[in-house]
Antibody
Framework: QITLKESGPTLVKPTQTLTLTCTFS??????????VGWIRQPPGKALEWLAL???????RYSPSLKSRLTITKDTSKNQVVLTMTNMDPVDTATHYCGHTSNGWFDPWGQGTLVTVSS | EIVLTQSPGTLSLSPGERATLSCRASQSVSSSYLAWYQQKPGQAPRLLISGASSRATGIPDRFSGSGSGTDFTLTISRLEPEDFAVYYC?????????FGQGTKVEIK
C-alpha cells in the first residue's frame, strides 16, 4: 500500500522560504519510472501543479514558478523536499504530494495548509 | 502550455440522475493522456480515470471516461449520494502538467 504524508510549517512570513517534506512508503524512488510530484490548492480554488521529480533525478517545474522552486529527493529516507522562495500571501494554499508512474497522481497525501502572513 | 477548460462550472442534479462533465483542451492532448479526479471537502483528490477512459482500482463502473484530442468527458451514469463533489481533469501528455478549474456536482 502506497502512502504519502506532507509536513512543514503551517505559517510563514512574506519573503521567507518555505520547505515542505513528503515522506512516503510502499514504493521506492529507485524504481524506474516512479516519481513524486507537488500540487497546491489555494482555499476554494483549483489545483495547480508545482514540481515533479523522477527516479533518475529528472526534475520538472511549473514554468510560472520555476525560479522560486527546488525539488530534491532522499531515497534513503523515502522523502522528497520542495522549497519555495520569496513567499507571498497569494501563495497561501494546501500543498499535496502525490505518487506518479505515468503522469497522473495516485495516491495523494492528505495535504498540508500553509498560510503566508506577517 | 495546454489550458484545460471544464464545463459546466456547477452541475445541479438529483441522486439517480446522469452527470456529464466536459474537459476541453486548448490543444490536442497526446495519446489521450488525460486523468480525472474527485475531491470531496477537506479531502485530497482521488484518481478516478487515467488514459481518458481507464478506471482506477476500486472505482465503481458508474464512472466512465471518454474522448480524445481536445474533447474529453466524464460520465457518472447514476449519481449516488457520495458522488456529490468537485471533479478535476488533468493532462499529462506534455509539460507543464495542467489541471482544469473543476466542476462541482451538487445536489439539486
Amino acid at each position: 500500500q502506497i502512502t504519502l504524508k506532507e509536513s512543514g510549517p503551517t505559517l510563514v512570513k512574506p519573503t521567507q522560504t518555505l520547505t515542505l517534506t513528503c515522506t512516503f512508503s510502499g514504493f521506492s524512488l529507485n524504481t524506474s519510472g516512479v516519481g513524486v510530484g507537488w500540487i497546491r490548492q489555494p482555499p476554494g480554488k483549483a489545483l495547480e501543479w508545482l514540481a515533479l521529480i523522477y527516479w533518475d533525478d529528472d526534475k520538472r517545474y511549473s514554468p510560472s514558478l520555476k525560479s522560486r522552486l527546488t525539488i530534491t529527493k532522499d531515497t534513503s529516507k523515502n522523502q522528497v523536499v520542495l522549497t519555495m522562495t520569496n513567499m507571498d500571501p497569494v501563495d497561501t494554499a494546501t500543498h499535496y504530494c502525490g505518487h506518479t508512474s505515468n503522469g497522473w497522481f495516485d495516491p495523494w497525501g492528505q495535504g498540508t495548509l500553509v498560510t503566508v502572513s506577517s | 502550455e495546454i489550458v484545460l477548460t471544464q464545463s459546466p462550472g456547477t452541475l445541479s442534479l438529483s441522486p439517480g440522475e446522469r452527470a456529464t462533465l466536459s474537459c476541453r483542451a486548448s490543444q490536442s492532448v497526446s495519446s489521450s493522456y488525460l486523468a480525472w479526479y474527485q475531491q470531496k471537502p477537506g479531502q485530497a483528490p482521488r484518481l478516478l480515470i487515467s488514459g481518458a477512459s481507464s478506471r482506477a482500482t476500486g472505482i465503481p463502473d458508474r464512472f466512465s471516461g471518454s474522448g480524445s484530442g481536445t474533447d474529453f468527458t466524464l460520465t457518472i451514469s447514476r449519481l449516488e449520494p457520495e458522488d456529490f463533489a468537485v471533479y478535476y481533469c488533468q493532462q499529462y501528455g506534455s509539460s507543464p502538467l495542467t489541471f482544469g478549474q473543476g466542476t462541482k456536482v451538487e445536489i439539486k
